[in-house]
C-alpha cells in the first residue's frame, strides 16, 4: 500500500514539475479590462430581455442596473486604453505570472467542490462531507490516520449542529 | 437616559452573554491562525445568526470583530506571522520578546492593550454615536443616495491598488445586487426564468463564495507550512510587568487610543493604518526609541491600543449612516438588515433600545474579551498550530451547510460556487472583491434613493446638489477622489524610480 502511495506521489510530483515550466506573463489589467467590457456589453444587450418595462417614465427598473453596466464599461475601457497608452509608449504595464501548476491546482480544488455538491444529490451532507474530506486529504499528501478520523468526525458533528441545532434539515 | 435604560435591559440577558463569549473565542482562534481570517469567520458562521435576534446577532459578530483583532497578535508575537494584518505592526517588537523568552509578557501586553483600545472606543461610540444620528436624521433620500456614493467611493479607493479596478469592481456589486424582484416596480431583473432567482441573491450566500470558497480556491497558490509552538515555554515564564514598565506603556496607550478613534471613524481606513501610525508616534514620542524592533512593550502597546480602538470607532458611521468603514463591518451591516433593520439615519429613531444595547454591549465584548485571554492565552497558543489541511475541508463544509442553509436549496451552493470562482479570477487580475461586498451590501439602498431623488425631481440630476449636505458630501466625495488619485499617482511614479 505504500509502495502504491509513494508511486503515485512520484507521479504527481513529475506532472507538477512539468506543468510548474509553463508558465505566463499576463498583463492583467489589460485581460480584466476586456473581461468586464465582454461582462457589460453581454448584460446590456439582456437588458430588454432581462427587464421588461411597462411604463413611460423616465425612472425605470432598467435606470440603476443599466447606469452600473455603463460605469463598469466605461472604466474598464479606461483602464484598457491606459495601458495601450503605456504599451505604445514602451512604459512598463503591471504584469502578472500565471503558472499553469497553481491553475490546475485551483481547478482540481474546484472539481472536488462540484464533486461534494453532486454527492449531496444521492448520499446526503454527512456522508459526502466524509468524502469530499477525505479526497481533500488526499489532495493535501496527508498520511496521517489520526487526520482522517478528525475530519470524519468533523463531518458528523457539522451535520449534527445543523440538523439538530440549528434546525435546518441538510440534504 | 431612557433609551440607555431600554438597551441596558435589552443587553441584559444570558442568551447575549452566551453568544458573545462564543463570538469571542471563535474570533480569537481565526484571528491567531495565519490564513484564516476575521471576514472568513464573520462570513462562516453568518448563518447562525439567522435564528438569533438582533442583540444577540451582533453580540456574537461583535465578538469575533474585537477578538480577531486581538488574536492576529498571538502569532504575530509567537511565530512571527500576524494572524491578521494589522497585527504586522505588533509583530515588529513582539517576536524580538519571543525571541527573549518573554512571550508570554508580550501576549499580556497584547491582551491588555488591546481592552483599552476596546473599551475606549466603545465610550467614544456610546457618546458620540447618538450625536451623529442627530444630524444623520437632518438628510433625505438624494443626501441619503450620497452618503452611499461617497461610502463606495472611498472603499473603492483604498482596498486595492487601482481606484479604477475599485470602482469597476463596486458598480458590479451595485449591479448584481439588482438581479430579483425590483420592489419598486415589482417586475424582475435577470434572473433568466428561473424561480430561484425571485428573490435576488441573498447577502451571505455571495458572501461565502467571495470570501470563504475563494480562499479555498486560493489554497492552490499557497505553499501550505506547519507551525508549531512550544507553549511549555509560557507556564515557565514570569510574566509580571514591573513599575517602570507599567509607567513607560501609559502615554503611547491613551494617544494610540485616540488616533485609532480618529481614524476608525473615517471609512476605508482601518486597523493597518492606526496600528503603524500609532507605531510610529510611541516610538517618536518614547524615552527608549532605540528599543523599538528589537522587543519594546510601548511598541505592542501602542499597535495593539489601535487596533482595537478602531473597533468601536468604525460603529459610528455604520450605525448613524449605514457607511461601513471595512469588510468585516460592511458583512455586519448585512447581519442588520437580515434582523430586519434597515441602515440609515433612521435606526437610532426607529430601533433606539437595540442601538444601545449594542453599544453598551460592546464594552462588556471588550472586558470578557479580557477575561477569555487571561484564562486561555496558552491554549490559544496551541491553537495555532493546527495544520492548514485539516481546517480547508473543515471550512469547505461548514460554508456548504450555511449555503444552504438560508434557503435550504442546493441551487445556492451552486450560486456560492459562481461567486468563489469569480472571486478568484478577480483576484488573479488585481481586483479588490471588497467593493463588489459594499456595492452588494449597499446596492438596495443606494438604488432605492437614488431612484427616488430622481422621481421627485422629475428625472432633473440637480436634485443631488439642491442642499447644503449634499453639496458638502459631493465635495467630500471629490476630495475623496482627489486625495486618492494624488496618492496612487505618487505610489506609481516611486515604483518607477525604483524600478529605474
Known amino acids: 500500500m505504500k509502495n502504491f502511495l509513494d508511486s503515485i506521489d512520484l507521479f504527481i510530483d513529475n506532472t507538477g514539475a512539468k506543468l510548474e515550466k509553463h508558465k505566463m506573463n499576463v498583463p492583467i489589467n489589460i485581460v480584466g479590462s476586456i473581461l468586464f467590457i465582454v461582462i457589460a456589453l453581454v448584460c446590456l444587450k439582456l437588458v430588454p430581455s432581462q427587464i421588461r418595462v411597462n411604463t413611460t417614465s423616465q425612472i425605470t427598473a432598467r435606470t440603476f442596473p443599466v447606469l452600473m453596466l455603463q460605469i463598469v464599461l466605461l472604466f474598464s475601457s479606461v483602464l484598457l486604453l491606459k495601458d495601450i497608452i503605456s504599451l505604445i509608449r514602451k512604459k512598463e504595464i503591471e504584469r502578472k505570472e500565471i503558472t499553469l501548476l497553481v491553475e490546475v491546482r485551483a481547478l482540481i480544488i474546484l472539481a472536488m467542490m462540484v464533486v461534494f455538491l453532486l454527492l449531496l444529490h444521492y448520499i446526503g451532507f454527512i456522508f459526502s462531507s466524509i468524502v469530499f474530506g477525505i479526497l481533500m486529504l488526499f489532495y493535501f499528501r496527508c498520511r496521517k490516520l489520526s487526520s482522517y478520523i478528525i475530519i470524519c468526525s468533523a463531518a458528523i458533528m457539522i451535520g449534527f449542529l445543523f440538523q439538530y441545532l440549528l434546525k435546518v434539515r441538510l440534504p | ?500
Open chain 2, 1 to 500: 437616559m431612557d433609551l440607555f435604560l431600554q438597551g441596558s435591559a435589552l443587553l441584559f440577558n444570558v442568551p447575549n452573554f452566551l453568544y458573545m463569549n462564543l463570538g469571542l473565542f471563535l474570533g480569537v482562534i481565526f484571528g491567531a491562525i495565519p490564513g484564516l481570517t476575521v471576514i472568513l469567520c464573520i462570513v462562516l458562521f453568518l448563518p447562525f445568526t439567522y435564528t438569533l435576534g438582533a442583540v444577540e446577532s451582533f453580540m456574537f459578530l461583535l465578538g469575533i470583530y474585537c477578538a480577531g483583532s486581538y488574536g492576529g497578535s498571538i502569532s504575530a508575537i509567537l511565530i512571527k506571522t500576524p494572524g491578521t494584518p494589522h497585527a504586522a505592526a505588533t509583530m515588529l517588537d513582539g517576536y524580538p520578546l519571543t525571541k527573549q523568552g518573554k512571550s508570554m509578557k508580550a501576549l499580556k501586553m497584547a491582551l491588555i492593550a488591546s481592552t483599552f483600545g476596546g473599551i475606549f472606543s466603545a465610550i467614544v461610540l456610546l457618546f458620540f454615536a447618538p450625536q451623529v444620528a442627530k444630524f444623520a436624521q437632518m438628510m433625505g433620500t438624494p443626501e441619503y443616495f450620497l452618503v452611499c456614493a461617497f461610502g463606495l467611493t472611498i472603499i473603492a479607493g483604498v482596498s486595492g491598488n487601482n481606484l479604477i479596478k475599485g470602482i469597476i469592481a463596486g458598480a458590479f456589486g451595485l449591479f448584481i445586487s439588482t438581479i430579483g424582484i425590483d420592489a419598486m416596480s415589482g417586475g424582475t431583473r435577470f434572473i433568466f426564468n428561473n424561480i430561484n432567482l425571485y428573490s435576488g441573491i441573498a447577502l451571505v450566500i455571495s458572501l461565502i463564495g467571495l470570501f470563504a470558497l475563494s480562499e479555498v480556491l486560493a489554497k492552490s497558490e499557497k505553499v501550505v507550512v506547519d507551525t508549531k509552538v512550544n507553549t511549555e515555554d509560557l507556564n515557565k515564564e514570569n510574566a509580571k510587568f514591573t513599575q517602570e514598565e507599567k509607567k513607560s506603556v501609559r502615554r503611547p496607550m491613551i494617544l494610540s487610543a485616540i488616533i485609532g478613534v480618529i481614524i476608525g471613524i473615517i471609512p476605508g481606513t482601518g486597523a493597518s493604518m492606526a496600528s503603524f501610525f500609532s507605531y510610529d508616534r510611541a516610538r517618536s514620542m518614547s524615552k527608549h526609541p532605540e528599543m523599538f524592533g528589537k522587543g519594546s512593550l510601548e511598541g505592542i502597546s501602542a499597535c495593539e491600543t489601535a487596533n482595537n480602538a478602531v473597533t468601536g470607532a468604525t460603529l459610528i458611521p455604520l450605525l448613524t449612516m449605514g457607511i461601513p468603514g471595512d469588510g468585516s463591518v460592511a458583512i455586519m451591516l448585512g447581519a442588520l438588515m437580515i434582523n430586519g433593520l434597515t441602515p440609515g439615519p433612521n435606526l437610532f429613531v426607529e430601533h433606539g433600545p437595540i442601538m444601545y444595547a449594542i453599544m453598551i454591549g460592546l464594552i462588556f465584548v471588550n472586558i470578557f474579551m479580557f477575561l477569555q485571554g487571561k484564562i486561555l492565552t496558552k491554549w490559544f497558543a496551541k491553537v495555532i498550530s493546527v495544520p492548514v489541511y485539516l481546517l480547508t475541508p473543515i471550512i469547505v463544509m461548514f460554508c456548504f451547510a450555511g449555503a444552504f442553509s438560508v434557503n435550504s436549496s442546493l441551487f445556492d451552493i451552486k450560486v456560492t460556487l459562481v461567486f468563489a470562482v469569480i472571486a478568484y479570477i478577480m483576484s488573479k487580475f488585481g481586483f479588490s472583491t471588497i467593493p463588489v461586498l459594499l456595492g452588494l451590501v449597499l446596492g438596495t439602498l443606494t438604488e432605492e434613493n437614488f431612484r427616488r431623488s430622481l422621481v421627485l425631481s422629475d428625472g432633473k440630476w440637480d436634485i443631488f446638489v439642491s442642499s447644503p449636505i449634499c453639496i458638502a458630501f459631493l465635495s467630500l466625495i471629490i476630495i475623496t477622489l482627489v486625495l486618492i488619485i494624488n496618492s496612487q499617482v505618487k505610489n506609481s511614479r516611486k515604483k518607477g524610480e525604483n524600478n529605474e
